[in-house]
């Protein structure tokens, strides 16, 4: 059991530069989540999705997009990078939908993203 | 105002210490919530939920006042292995929202 599994580890990318990152989970859970993690700022929720089919915007959207590919994977893309961009990205899932009270967000290893 | 609010730190405490963490959060409305462990450059893990009445994990006690809007976390006999940072983490209308986390070095 994998848990959750994200690549890359690491991308250096200059701006205006496109890439994806890709995240996936074998616990067969429903709702999966992209935050990103900034220096003395807690992690940020970017968007989320529910369940298969569903996604929805967090709390920093802009300069995103995601996929729900299916149950197992959710991919976070950058169109046009910027250096504001420059962060660690982690991907988490949970059992339930999303967000429910006693939910437990599983994480994945983390993305270290860097944005020239 | 954060929604959620820590002390950074970090706290460096001898080994055997007890040490409390402290969290506030700003909206009453929020539904649960949960103290998430972090070690340097790796992804946050749940540590342990926290529930109205105060509950305890071995070591590990969390309390929970909801009228003053605040979170706690003790560690008594504090080992080396507990170095690592502490997210306080609240649920918001279905989101999970994280303090910016408290940091702890435990030394010999």
């Known amino acids: 059991n994998a848990g959750v599994t994200q690549t890359p580890k690491f991308q250096v990318l200059k701006t205006g530069q496109s890439m994806t990152l890709q995240c996936a989970q074998d616990?067969?859970?429903?709702?999966m989540y992209w935050y990103r993690q900034d220096p003395g700022m807690g992690l940020r929720l970017i968007y989320y999705?529910?369940?298969?089919?569903?996604?929805d915007k967090g709390e920093v959207p802009n300069g995103y997009n995601v996929s729900r590919l299916n149950k197992r994977e959710f991919s976070l893309r950058l169109e046009s990078a910027a250096p504001s961009q420059t962060s660690v990205y982690f991907c988490?899932?949970?059992?339930?939908?999303?967000?429910?009270?006693?939910?437990?967000?599983?994480f994945g290893p983390g993305t270290r993203l860097t944005v020239l | 105002r954060k929604e959620v609010e820590q002390d950074p730190g970090p706290f460096n405490v001898p080994e055997g210490a007890t040490v409390a963490f402290n969290c506030t959060y700003s909206?009453?409305?929020?539904?649960?919530f949960f103290w998430y462990r972090q070690d340097c450059r790796k992804e946050p893990k749940l540590l342990m939920s926290?529930?109205?009445s105060g509950n305890e994990d071995g070591r590990f006690t969390a309390q929970l006042n909801r009228a003053s809007q605040y979170i706690s976390l003790l560690i008594r006999d504090s080992k080396l292995s507990d170095s690592a940072t502490y997210l306080c983490?609240?649920?918001?209308?279905?989101?999970?929202?994280f303090g910016q986390g408290t940091e702890l070095s435990v030394k010999p």
């Open positions: 983490v609240v649920n918001q209308g279905g989101k999970l929202i």
């Open positions: 616990m067969n859970h429903n709702s």
């Open positions: 926290v529930y109205s």
């Open positions: 988490a899932s949970s059992e339930g939908i999303a967000g429910g009270p006693t939910d437990t967000q599983y």
């Open positions: 999705s529910a369940s298969e089919g569903t996604t």
């Open positions: 909206n009453s409305a929020s539904q649960s």
